[in-house]
């Protein structure tokens, strides 16, 4: 069965650094771009990061350029969020989304398009 995963939520303080990991099984991790979304109580799902895996190119939010890297191992079938310097309004459920569309062009931000969800992981940051 065609799936994707995430891990590496918790609880830190303010100026902390997290790194989420989402792991895909059971489809060619290559052909895809894998992007994390984020949704706070009370707002909107906010797209936060994306990596076509094929050539690396990546995209942010401007929220969190300069803070957060996203990052990919085909060998282990996982993208990283390295997240530093957070602050408690990146507080919010973090999910991966994968999609080949996106991988080649694509509008990242469109989360309705996404082929494969994970279940979501957790971040708090307190102040």
């Known amino acids: 069965e065609r799936r994707i995963a995430e891990s590496g939520g918790g609880l830190v303080q303010a100026g902390g650094s997290l790194r989420l990991s989402c792991t895909a099984s059971?489809?060619?991790?290559?052909?895809?771009?894998i992007s994390w979304f984020r949704r706070a109580p009370g707002k909107d799902r906010e797209g936060v990061s994306s990596?076509?895996?094929?050539?690396?190119?990546?995209r942010y939010a401007d929220s969190v350029k300069g803070r957060f890297t996203i990052s990919s191992d085909s060998a282990k079938r996982t993208v990283y969020l390295q997240m530093n310097n957070l602050k408690p309004e990146d507080t919010a459920v973090y999910y991966c989304?994968?999609?080949?569309?996106?991988?080649?062009?694509?509008?990242?931000?469109?989360?309705?398009?996404?082929?494969?969800w994970g279940q979501g992981t957790q971040v708090s940051v307190s102040s």
């Open positions: 989304a994968a999609d080949v569309q996106v991988a080649y062009g694509a509008d990242w931000l469109r989360y309705w398009e996404y082929d494969y």
């Open positions: 059971e489809f060619t991790f290559d052909d895809y771009a």
């Open positions: 990596i076509a895996i094929h050539d690396g190119s990546t």
